[in-house]
């Protein structure tokens, strides 16, 4: 299992914010085991805010985490570059609104990590593993992404702009450990005809052509090329505006880094490969929220017991039945498909013609909870009665149900997976287990259950 890792010491960089304009300077620095990448701002009442998904508060040409009152802006540089570090946790500082822009890349951010050294942790890292494949469309912004299991992170990157100029462009990032390599020193960029727009919204203030491509699409006027050289700080925009977008990739690498930046807000490392179309703050984002949601819901899931119809159980109904007293009408219990010392796994299919579907409810048949906990009890039983000599002599009462939770319905045609393990050994007959119901990939009910298995009366 790799551990978390943080930095050894501090390091800070000063630079210009891109967006506001404003100078600012950010130390990077240790942070404890399992904290994450949290920010401090110090120009003010010390507030923290931490780098997660769910701080986002704008996605226009960069990622801002905060609140409308109190956020720091374009951070997703800097996380990438933390990320493909492998930075697990850290404290930034930072005595402005904005993360500098530096370069418009993310390599200073790299080299200053390098500087302050990796230090490697006690506690374990725990991933993101994406388990199938999966697709999420932005509808807003039309950015597409495909998400596929594997190994470690890769990432496809396909950008295409037909106007005004006809670009088409595909980079891809076959490890995180290439990173620094072959995405980190890719710029940010801007086309010619959003100059305009962006500095009336508030945006670019900082920008000039020392920290971002900016692609001469042929739209600017002489007067407006004037004005833009002055924002720039230049006389004119002879030569400098000479970046041929059919020459590299240096496009399609940075919405790698942005993508990876933004991802970085699901809190954990990511096991996929995603292939990205049209990818920009505002799908990223979207996708990241998709993720963390399906993260969520695979923690939630982490301890559900997997049934292959292929393998033979190891007690079908008439084993099930040389263990346990009940029959007809009132075994709840079709298949043991696993069973341990601390563990059992039950399954119960769910049919129409269940007796009690007559009354509960009439055109509207339900599995009743109480039923729920009682296929669980026959399970729970299974367990303690495999592990002694003559289970037939035997039977199971209960004594004690706790912390119960209904969640979702059962109905006809479901299948119940039921799992019972030991909270605590078996002493004196007495059996404390915590039982769950899953019906596909949902649970459907909780409880713990306390029994007694007790030898019968002759």
């Known amino acids: 299992m790799l551990k978390r890792q943080t930095l050894k010491n501090e390091v800070s960089i000063s630079g210009t914010g891109l967006h506001t304009g404003q100078k600012s300077t950010i130390t990077i620095g240790p942070a404890d085991p399992g904290t994450g990448i949290k920010f401090i701002k110090t120009n003010g009442d010390q507030s923290t805010i931490k780098a997660d998904i769910s701080k986002v508060i704008a996605t226009k040409r960069r990622t801002s985490i905060g609140t409308e009152d109190n956020s720091i802006q374009t951070v997703e540089h800097l996380l990438s570059a933390l990320y493909a570090s492998s930075i697990d946790d850290a404290t930034i500082t930072i005595d402005g609104p904005e993360v500098p822009i530096l370069d418009g890349s993310a390599t200073a951010f790299i080299e200053a990590i390098i500087e302050a050294?990796?230090?490697?942790?006690?506690?374990?890292?725990?991933?993101?593993?994406?388990?199938?494949?999966?697709t999420f469309k932005h509808e807003a912004s039309d950015a597409e992404y495909i998400i596929i299991p594997a190994e470690r992170l890769e990432i496809h990157a396909h950008v295409?702009?037909?106007?005004?100029?006809?670009?088409?462009?595909?980079?891809?990032?076959?490890?995180?450990?290439?990173?620094?390599?072959?995405?980190?020193?890719?710029?940010?960029?801007?086309?010619?005809?959003?100059?305009?727009?962006?500095?009336?919204?508030?945006?670019?203030?900082?920008?000039?052509?020392?920290?971002?491509?900016?692609?001469?699409?042929?739209?600017?006027?002489?007067?407006?090329?004037?004005?833009?050289?002055?924002?720039?700080?230049?006389?004119?925009?002879?030569?400098?505006?000479?970046?041929?977008?059919?020459?590299?990739?240096?496009?399609?690498?940075?919405?790698?880094?942005?993508?990876?930046?933004?991802?970085?807000?699901?809190?954990?490392?990511?096991?996929?490969?995603?292939?990205?179309?049209?990818?920009?703050?505002?799908?990223?984002?979207?996708?990241?929220?998709?993720?963390?949601?399906?993260?969520?819901?695979?923690?939630?899931?982490?301890?559900?017991?997997?049934?292959?119809?292929?393998?033979?159980?190891?007690?079908?109904?008439?084993?099930?039945?040389?263990?346990?007293?009940?029959?007809?009408?009132?075994?709840?219990?079709?298949?043991?498909?696993?069973?341990?010392?601390?563990?059992?796994?039950?399954?119960?299919?769910v049919t129409f013609d269940e007796h009690f579907f007559q009354g509960h409810f009439p055109g509207n048949p339900v599995f009743p909870g109480v039923l729920q906990l009682e296929a669980l009890a026959q399970t729970g039983g299974i367990l303690v009665l495999s592990q002694v000599e003559d289970p037939e002599n035997y039977n199971t009462y209960f004594m004690k149900i706790d912390n119960v939770k209904f969640k979702h319905l059962v109905v006809p045609g479901d299948t119940m997976l039921l799992k019972m393990e030991l909270l605590s050994p078996v002493r004196r007959g007495i059996v404390h287990m915590q039982g769950t119901v899953y019906v596909g990939n949902k649970i459907v009910s909780e409880s713990e259950l306390t029994a007694q298995i007790s030898k019968k009366l002759t």
């Not at 990796?118 to 494949?133: L, P």
């Not at 963390?292 to 939630?300: F, G, L, V």
């Open 117 to 134: 050294e990796i230090d490697i942790t006690e506690k374990d890292r725990e991933y993101f593993e994406v388990q199938e494949v999966m």
């Open 160 to 349: 295409q702009y037909e106007k005004p100029l006809k670009i088409r462009q595909s980079a891809y990032l076959s490890d995180i450990d290439q990173f620094a390599d072959d995405i980190a020193a890719s710029r940010t960029y801007v086309f010619g005809q959003e100059i305009k727009d962006l500095l009336g919204e508030g945006l670019i203030k900082g920008g000039s052509i020392d920290n971002a491509i900016v692609i001469d699409d042929g739209s600017l006027s002489k007067e407006e090329q004037l004005e833009l050289a002055k924002v720039f700080g230049i006389d004119d925009l002879n030569g400098a505006l000479d970046y041929d977008p059919d020459q590299g990739n240096e496009l399609a690498r940075h919405k790698i880094l942005d993508l990876i930046g933004d991802l970085s807000l699901l809190g954990k490392p990511i096991k996929a490969k995603i292939i990205a179309t049209q990818p920009g703050h505002g799908g990223n984002i979207a996708l990241t929220k998709f993720l963390k949601a399906k993260y969520m819901e695979q923690r939630k899931l982490k301890g559900k017991p997997f049934y292959d119809q292929n393998v033979e159980p190891l007690y079908d109904l008439e084993g099930i039945k040389a263990l346990i007293p009940h029959r007809y009408p009132f075994l709840f219990v079709d298949k043991i498909i696993e069973l341990t010392d601390s563990k059992v796994v039950g399954l119960k299919n």
